[in-house]
Structure formats: structure tokens, C-alpha cells
């Protein structure tokens, strides 16, 4: 590097610049503190200081090599250095969909904001056990009834008590419909075609016959009660014309 015209040694990774360069000892490096580093050639009068990770760290702080951090599960990284955690809201089903809100142009550090999304398309589900997404039983397709329609998480449930294509259901209830619909119009039919055979065989505007009723009772076949009136009828119009001549007689004797 040059430093007032002429060329000077830089410090190396993990020092840093102690002294400016001078005739009897060059460039004077010293190296990094704890908790400081330096990964690049370097005239700075200091090293770097490590990153603090706020939760987990996967790479320990080096003289030459910067600390990398992550998050602890249930948690995501708020930034691109994982400097600090936000809880992911997220659950079974759903997954994070990372947005960057602001970056930096000088060192490139990036700042990060989450929404849930659903990890499987709207027909399928998330078989947790695989890690898979699965489409979801479609039950009107074979022929079975919906009882849960199933989520993000977990698989539609049809109801397999009531399937009319496995047990043949549906040939019975067809079956059963048609029996009752020919059932009916053969009872339409026969209604009809006795009702026509009524109005074709009845008598049109035929006179009113008048039958002489014969004077003579014994000719008509009365019951025992009827016969009985009869009887106590004429006993009693004999009794009357005998007791009328008898009165005659009388009267004539005087």
C-alpha cells in the first residue's frame, strides 16, 4: 500500500496497524484483541468487533473470522447477520415468506420482515410425516359423502357409511325407483280404461218404464214383518165388518 509516496506493508488478517511505517522498524502490526477481529489485509488502527449473537451461535468469533449466528426453532433471523430474532408465527402447514424492508449500500447488511404463506396448493395438504404435499380426497368423485373437507394440515374424511357405488346403493335405488314409477303408471292406465269402459256401457236417455203394480199382494214376495202388518190389517178389517153386522141386526130387532 502506499502511504506518502511509498509503498508500505499492510497488517495481515487477524493484526491490526500499531505503528506507522518508519526507517528502522517497517509497518509495526499488533494483533486483534478478543472479542475483535480482522479478515482482510488492513492499514486500520483496529480490529473489527465480533458479532454477538443473541441465541445460538454456529461459528465461534476468530481473530481472522467473524461470529455466525442463528436463531433457536421457533424463531427466524431479523436480519442477514442474525443479530437479532423474531418469533415465527407460522405453524403446520405454513411457511415464512421472507420480505427485505431496508439495505444497506456501504456494507450490504439487510433487514428482513415475514408473512405466512401456505407451503401446499389450495386441493392439497401438508403431510407433516413426510414433509409432503399430498392432494387432498375428492369423496363426490368416488361416489361418497364429505364429512370433514379437509385444511392445510390435514386430509378430507369421507363417509363410508353411506357409499352407494361400493355397496351398490344406488343400482337398489334405482331399481327401486323405477318399481314404483311403473307400479304407478300401470295403476293409471287400468283406472282409465276401466273409466272408459263405465261411460261406453251406460244407458243414454232411456225412458222411465212404468210398472203396474198389481193389486194383488200375494204376488209380491213380502218379509215375515211385512206379511205380519198384512195380516193384522185384514184380521182387523174382518173384525170391523162383523161387528157392523152384528150392529144391524141388532138395530132391526127394535
Known sequence: MEVEGRCRNMCPPGEFLKELYTEQNGTVCSPCETGSYSSEYTMFGKCEKCLSCPQEYVEKCTAT?????????????SNNVCSSCVENKCVTGERPNKTVIAKSLVDGFEEYSYHCEPICPDNSYYERKDAVCKLRTQCAIIGLAELFPGNKTHNSVCDRGVSFINDGGIIHMIVGIGFVLVSLTLLVLLSYACMKKLIKHKPKNNPINVVAVSANTSEYHLSKEESGCQLIIQDESKHS???????LENVSLF
Open 65 to 77: 473470522t467473524n461470529a455466525k449466528c442463528r436463531c433457536s426453532s421457533g424463531f427466524l433471523c
Open 241 to 247: 165388518d162383523s161387528l157392523g153386522h152384528l150392529n
